[in-house]
């Protein structure tokens, strides 16, 4: 079954940081763009970062200089390092591939997501 597995979300204060990891299993996705999706309470699913098979990353203008996506090749796990976080970050965080780099569209392997909620 194939699967991508997030991790790593919590309770943190304002302008505290957390990292999240995106775990692959059934298959690999190190030729894949991989990207990082949230979603809010009563809001949709929005785009928040992503990076390439060849390590190039965009961000959402959200979160642009606070977050930083990367992937660990040998391990096959893509990383979300949050700094700076805001109460207005507190999401379900998803992993999923990217099948439009330029529109981010996103692929078919949602998990469960990961909760991280950021206290004022």
């Known amino acids: 079954q194939v699967q991508l597995v997030e991790s790593g979300g919590g309770l943190v204060q304002a302008g505290g940081s957390l990292r999240l990891s995106c775990a692959a299993s059934?298959?690999?996705?190190?030729?894949?763009?991989m990207g990082w999706f949230r979603q809010a309470p009563g809001k949709e699913r929005e785009f928040v970062a992503a990076?390439?098979?060849?390590?190039?990353?965009t961000y959402a203008d959200s979160v642009k200089g606070r977050f930083t996506i990367s992937r660990d090749y040998a391990k096959d796990i893509v990383y979300l390092q949050m700094n700076s976080l805001k109460p207005e970050d507190t999401a379900v965080y998803y992993c999923?591939?990217?099948?439009?780099?330029?529109?981010?569209?996103?692929?078919?392997?949602w998990g469960q997501g990961t909760q991280v909620t950021v206290s004022s």
């Open positions: 999923n591939t990217v099948t439009n780099i330029a529109t981010m569209l996103p692929g078919n392997y």
């Open positions: 059934g298959r690999t996705f190190r030729r894949s763009a």
């Open positions: 990076i390439t098979w060849s390590g190039g990353s």
